[in-house]
């Protein structure tokens, strides 16, 4: 008769995560992250933060030491006398013209270039394409002063013609950036509406326009911020004060009014306004674009 052997029980044995001890550490990390994003956070909005304080401030208050952040009184005057002390009127139209202008010709012409190097087929395309990106090397001011001597034999200065004119031929980088959105579009929708006879223009005003819209607003925030803040060009092509921007309008105003800074800022402060509403107003579809994922929701 056989014997059997007598089972034996094993106990596992707990295993040391050292959980809790973790846990720990994963907040302590957290929290030393948090900390240090909003002190960066406040190192990048101190210049903001002081220029709405100065704007608010009175005279005699704007160089106190210790600096002091909420003025007392509080001077609401000083935005209304700083628009009243120049035509910033005037220039705020001037500004709006001249970026809506700019915004305009930079998405018509940068879609029409993005659509041709990512869609249709020629030859060279490629190299093309190579060749508009490597412009990007060149640095603006090598080209300010040729620039500056063919408007001015075109009779072109005093006007808004040098600024506006050259959004109309398609930027490298928003052609890039605008490429690589289209890219991500499926070929079977565009052959689809070729079948159905719909030229290569129909094709990108009635399908490829409204599937990238979030690219587009990409391009349109950034070259609308970039044309409302734009101070070197106006005041390199523009010389009559009635067409001046907002820009320039400041710095005149700082030397016409012996650099009042609570005025300066106040003025600076309205300046920058137009330019935070459009970005929340169109936030969402900024991150969506700036992402550049490419691919397009069905």
Do not use: H
């Not at 002190?39 to 101190?46: G, I, K, Q, T």
């Not at 090397?137 to 072109?156: A, D």
């Not at 565009?190 to 819209?213: F, K, Q």
């Not at 969506?288 to 994922?293: F, N, Q, Y």
């Amino acid at each position: 008769m056989a014997l059997s052997r007598p089972e034996v029980q094993v106990r596992p044995r707990p295993l040391r995560t050292g959980g809790p001890r973790r846990v720990g550490g994963l907040k302590l990390g957290r929290l030393l992250a948090f900390a240090a994003l909003v002190a960066l956070s406040l190192m990048v909005l101190y210049p903001a933060l002081w220029m709405v304080s100065t704007s608010l401030k009175p005279d005699a208050q704007v160089f106190a030491y210790p600096p002091r952040w909420i003025p007392d009184p509080v001077m609401w005057g000083n935005y209304a006398k700083a628009w009243a002390s120049a035509p910033f009127t005037r220039y705020a139209v001037n500004s709006l013209l001249y970026a809506v202008s700019v915004t305009f010709g930079t998405v018509l012409s940068c879609s029409l270039a993005a659509y041709g190097f990512s869609k249709l087929r020629f030859p060279g395309r490629d190299f093309l394409f190579l060749v508009m990106l490597s412009t990007m090397m060149i640095p603006g001011l090598v080209t300010m002063v040729p620039q500056y001597v063919l408007f001015s034999k075109l009779g072109w200065i005093n006007t808004y013609l040098p600024l506006v004119v050259p959004s109309f031929f398609a930027g490298a980088f928003f052609t890039f950036l605008l490429r690589q959105y289209f890219m991500g579009v499926p070929n079977e929708l565009l052959e689809a509406a070729r079948m159905d006879g719909a030229n290569e223009l129909w094709i990108w005003g009635r399908v490829m326009l409204p599937l990238t819209t979030p690219a587009l607003a990409t391009v349109a925030i950034f070259t609308f911020d970039g044309a409302w803040n734009d101070y070197v060009n106006p005041l390199l092509y523009l010389n009559d004060e009635r067409l001046y921007t907002l820009q320039v309008g400041l710095a005149s105003f700082r030397s016409a009014n012996d650099t009042q800074w609570q005025l300066l800022m106040a003025a600076s402060v309205l300046v920058l306004l137009p330019v935070l509403l459009i970005f929340f107003v169109f936030q969402k579809y900024f991150i969506e674009g700036a992402s550049l994922t490419g691919s397009v929701k069905g």
